[in-house]
């Protein structure tokens, strides 16, 4: 199954400032997940938005989905230290039996 | 605690030497799935499960095997494994397949010399 397309690849802010990554995908979806990975680590889910839904928060995080343009962003604001990490996404595009994954932007906070 | 269990965390082993990765979820989740990650190359998926019995290669299911007898347990099994294999390898679960979250298990980093 062929990835979706995330950007940036990398992506490093000051603390403080606002993080925004990109997804897109090929087909048509019926979700698209955020997860974060910490170096090394096991993937960590963030959000699920529904293909009918526009935009969805979670506490510093915004997501949006147009699914016109087969994309989505996910706004992490006033960034902190914790939150340097891959960030990638995922959709239930053309099967019911895998996620397809993006490639990842990995998010670096300096302090 | 909801959680996915992968052991070992880590293993450098000689080529030929057949191993086991255990995982285990807690979660009563039907989908179970094992993953590979390389740097440049993302995840990818290697064999899921959408039931115990029930398995089906991902993208990259050369050179491994799993097995699903029952449905907290999805063990991979590399036979015969080869320096290609040294990888970062996932295990994940959940309910459906992109309907819900997927818990992943924390890693196990596989070198084979």
């Known amino acids: 199954s062929q990835q979706g397309e995330e950007d940036p690849q990398a992506l490093s802010i000051q603390e403080g400032e606002n993080a925004t990554m990109n997804c897109s995908y090929k087909?048509?979806?019926?979700?698209l997940q955020w997860y974060r990975q910490n170096s090394g680590r096991g993937l960590v889910h963030l959000i699920l938005i529904r293909s009918n839904e526009r935009e969805k928060h979670s506490g510093r995080l915004r997501v949006t989905l147009d699914t016109s343009k087969k994309s989505s962003s996910l706004l992490i604001t006033a960034s902190r230290a914790a939150d340097t990490a891959s960030y990638f996404c995922a959709t239930d595009e053309d099967s019911n039996y895998q996620l397809i994954w993006g490639a990842g932007t990995k998010l670096i906070i300096k302090p | 605690e909801a959680q996915v269990t992968q052991n070992p965390r880590y293993l450098i082993t000689v080529t030929g030497k057949k191993l086991t990765v255990t995982c285990s979820q807690n979660?009563?989740?039907?989908?179970m799935s094992w993953y590979r990650q390389d740097p440049g190359l993302g995840l990818r998926q290697i064999y899921y499960?959408?039931?115990?019995?029930?398995?089906d290669k991902g993208d990259v299911p050369e050179g491994y095997k799993v097995s699903r007898k029952e449905k907290r347990n999805f063990p991979l099994i590399l036979e015969s494994p080869s320096p290609n294999q040294t990888s970062l390898y996932f295990c994940?679960?959940?309910?459906?397949?992109?309907?819900?979250?997927?818990?992943f298990g924390q890693g196990t980093r596989l070198t084979v010399v």
């Open positions: 087909t048509s979806i019926n979700n």
């Open positions: 994940a679960s959940s309910l459906g397949v992109g309907t819900t979250e997927a818990f």
């Open positions: 979660m009563n989740h039907e989908y």
């Open positions: 499960s959408m039931n115990v019995e029930v398995t």
